[in-house]
């Protein structure tokens, strides 16, 4: 489970990834303003595939610990509910032993 510094720590790298990312793209805007050229369109492009490609794996990463904690609760659940079974049947056993029911 990440802890809260960590997720700070994320948090401000992602910032900075993003205003950096914001930075490059501005500046490649104005060269394209000026003057525009294949190799600066290429340029962008590339710059805005990074962009979906960096975005996708930012997010996949936040579904999977997503789902981590929600199996993970899941499995706690069940545990809980297994040993709340296990003191159910050990009264269900005592009280059968008190009435000498022999087959247990």
């Given at each position: 489970m990440e802890d809260a510094t960590q997720r700070k720590i994320t948090l401000l790298r992602e910032i900075e990834y993003s205003n950096d990312f914001d930075l490059v793209s501005t500046i490649l805007l104005e060269w394209s303003k000026q003057k525009q050229t294949k190799t600066i369109d290429k340029v962008i492009a590339a710059h805005n595939r990074m962009y979906f490609f960096t975005f996708?794996?930012?997010?996949?990463?936040?579904?999977?610990?997503?789902?981590?904690?929600?199996?993970?609760?899941?499995?706690?659940?069940?545990?809980?509910?297994?040993?709340?079974?296990?003191?159910?049947?050990?009264?269900?056993?005592?009280?059968?032993?008190?009435?000498?029911?022999?087959?247990?």
């Open positions: 996708d794996m930012q997010e996949q990463v936040r579904l999977m610990k997503q789902m981590v904690s929600e199996y993970r609760s899941d499995k706690n659940r069940a545990i809980e509910r297994a040993r709340k079974s296990d003191k159910e049947n050990e009264k269900l056993l005592s009280k059968l032993k008190k009435f000498n029911y022999d087959k247990i």
